[in-house]
């Protein structure tokens, strides 16, 4: 008898197993379609100009955006590497932290000639003479 009741028991617990995994399993298909539903493509093209999200912001005055970059490579589907325009310096961003730009509104700086950097410009002033 009591071999039975164990057995029945094994059964029950196995079929309980049985019946969560199949759950858990449509539950996950069911959030990824959801998820998937809103999903978007890039329609981010290498050459293009876009401003990269600023994570470095120490005031609420402080530009949400860091501009004048360009994208020089897709890395993945949602991965770019982008460039900056005015320092030369590159770097890998995701597409949700890119800005697409209008080349129009977006005034190209110009680079800094090197060895010009650090000196500034100064007016002469010349004494009044008596």
């Not at 539950?27 to 876009?50: C, F, T, Y």
């Not at 890998?92 to 060895?115: F, L, Q, S, Y």
């Amino acid at each position: 008898m009591g071999e039975s009741s164990a057995r029945y028991q094994m059964e029950n617990l196995h079929k309980a197993m049985r019946q969560a995994h199949t759950n858990m399993r449509r539950a996950k298909q069911k959030r990824n379609r959801r998820r998937n539903q809103d999903a978007q493509e890039p329609d981010l093209q290498v050459g293009q100009a876009v401003m990269l999200k600023n994570h470095n912001r120490t005031g609420k005055l402080d530009s949400y955006y860091k501009p004048y970059y360009r994208i020089i490579e897709q890395i993945s589907l949602a991965t770019f590497m982008v460039k900056n325009v005015a320092n030369g310096t590159e770097q890998k961003a995701h597409m949700k932290n890119i800005k697409k730009v209008d080349i129009d509104d977006w005034d190209e700086p110009r680079r800094a000639v090197t060895g010009k950097e650090n000196k500034k410009r100064a007016t002469y002033v010349v004494p009044p003479s008596n």
